[in-house]
């Protein structure tokens, strides 16, 4: 990049209005609270918009979205607009349906409109990299109204379509390419290079980060992020952030605002959860009883098991094999390959139950996965909500049964609190455990906030996560 002449360019473009600057802190964090609980980390992201003319937009760009009847800002918009409007790398999480495409969208008409005009062979100015073909063409119409009013040009670019179109529809000019990574490498690559090429770019997308990442493009991204000048503009969208992505965000993400919408989210209303308060030797035949209830009625259904730790996942997988139940698991002290084959197994039927930790767990997605049980009961709110989550997803649903025995007292006052929260009645039992615990933190025999517990759980792993950074 030091040997190629790049010209300046602009990205920081927003001023904040005069309404939003007499906000206090404390008005933020109730706007931000009220916006779905939306959640920063990263310095000086702006405020909170509450309105499309606030955003800085130009007026052709404020008519379409008038005629689109797109009455105010999502969520993720009202903060993911000013904040890349404002020039910085954003990431943003949202869940999908959110309005995530016309966050990155509107920023980057404004970044591009501020350009000199594109000359012949010359390259894109904004890339925009998603997983599938199904994404790059819903991307692309979204654009679509827009590009006229604008008078932009863009280019749809996928595989398992001819090269020979998109290669045509390049060489005519396109401000904006649309892509998956890999017919982007081939478009760089076709004609020795003479079809397109990347020294024009400085703003960068990428949609739908999570499964880009599962689908193993990360290597594709990373070569074609690398050969884009360093100075850019980068913005990642994603449905989800897992732990695994925050590698590759690092690498292309510099100095990022990071955005989540609904983090502080709560079991979903398909889970029914039931908690029940059981002695540690009755909790096997409780299972038993429980597997045998689910496949007597549903033999695709998938169970997911969680314990606390790798030792009481193989002696419950010795005793669940015994009773007749193909079963595996997976947790820490098993590699990744290792892993891997079992999670494809469980997905694929061949086992119908998993035994897991909650770490070996994560992001685990799973339609068929019916019955979750927390057999060792998990010891905060975050971890709860994970696991339970497991079941339940894209509008199934799902149960989710917990043990607590009575010395874990101190996990009720989370699970409650996570059944309230998602509007579930707290069973006697466990509000006993509740009320008792909380008569000996009165009486000083237990500490009320010990780490992790009383729903520290998410800022703790918060600040793990601010650490490995
Ligand atoms: P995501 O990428 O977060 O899954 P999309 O960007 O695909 O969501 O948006 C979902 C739908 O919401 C689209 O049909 C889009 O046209 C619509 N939409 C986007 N922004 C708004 C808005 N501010 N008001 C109303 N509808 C919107
Ligand atoms: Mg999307």
Redesign the pocket.
């Known amino acids: 990049h030091s040997k190629v002449k790049y010209d300046s360019f602009r990205k920081s473009f927003y001023v904040e209005p005069a309404e939003l600057a007499d906000m206090t802190e404390a008005e933020v964090d109730e706007l931000r609270l009220e916006l779905d609980g939306i959640k920063i980390r990263g310095q000086d992201c702006p405020k909170p918009v509450q309105k ?1 003319s606030q955003c800085g937009l130009p007026a052709q760009t404020l008519s379409v ?1 008038r005629q ?7 969520s ?2 009202a903060q993911a607009i000013p904040a890349i409007m404002s020039g910085r790398n954003v990431i943003g999480v ?10 990155f969208l509107l920023p980057m008409f404004r970044h591009i409109k501020d350009q000199r005009p594109l000359e012949s062979q010359e390259g894109p100015i904004s890339l925009i990299m998603t997983p599938t073909r199904e994404l790059a063409v ?2 692309f119409k ?1 654009c679509k109204p827009f590009l006229k009013a604008l008078n932009l040009r863009a280019v749809c670019a996928y595989g398992g379509s001819p090269i020979k179109d998109q290669i045509a529809d390049l060489k005519r000019g396109a401000e904006i390419i649309v892509c998956t990574p890999g017919r982007m490498i081939d478009l760089l690559a076709a004609n020795s290079g003479r079809v397109t090429n990347l020294k024009r770019v400085t703003y960068i997308v990428l ?2 980060a999570d499964r880009m990442f599962d689908m193993g493009f990360e290597p594709q991204v990373m070569k074609i992020i690398s050969n884009v000048r360093p100075d850019r503009q980068t913005v990642l ?1 994603s ?1 989800t952030f897992p732990r695994n992505m925050e590698a590759l965000a690092r690498k292309v993400l510099q100095r990022p605002v990071e955005i989540v919408v609904g983090a502080r989210s709560v079991v979903a209303p398909e889970v029914t959860q039931i908690v029940e308060v059981r002695a540690d030797d009755a909790k096997f035949h409780r299972l038993l009883e429980l597997l045998g209830e689910l496949y007597d009625t549903d033999d695709d259904a998938r169970t997911l098991i969680f314990v606390d730790r790798q030792e009481s996942a193989d002696s419950l997988l010795r005793d669940l094999m015994r009773r007749g139940y193909p079963c595996m698991s997976i947790h820490g002290g098993k590699d990744q390959i290792d892993r891997d084959s079992t999670i494809s197994d469980f997905k694929n039927g061949v086992i119908p139950v998993l035994i897991a930790t909650s770490v070996a767990a994560r992001g685990l997605d799973v339609k068929q996965l019916k019955l979750v049980v927390n057999y060792d009961c998990p010891n905060h709110m975050e971890d709860y909500v994970h696991r339970v989550g497991r079941t339940g997803r894209a509008g199934n649903i799902g149960t989710a049964v917990t043990f607590i025995t009575e010395e874990q007292d101190r996990y009720a006052v989370d699970i409650a609190k996570a059944l309230r929260q998602s509007g579930q009645k707290v069973p006697e039992p466990v509000q006993k455990l509740v009320d008792g615990f909380n008569e000996k933190v009165k009486a000083g025999k237990e500490k009320a906030s010990g780490s992790g517990f009383g729903g520290k759980g998410l800022e703790k792993l918060d600040q793990e996560r601010d650490l490995a950074r």
């Open positions: 499309w979205i689109l009847n797109y009455d105010k800002p999502t993720i918009q949202a869940k999908t349906g959110s309005g995530k495409t016309i966050a819903q991307i979204e949609d739908e969208f449905a």
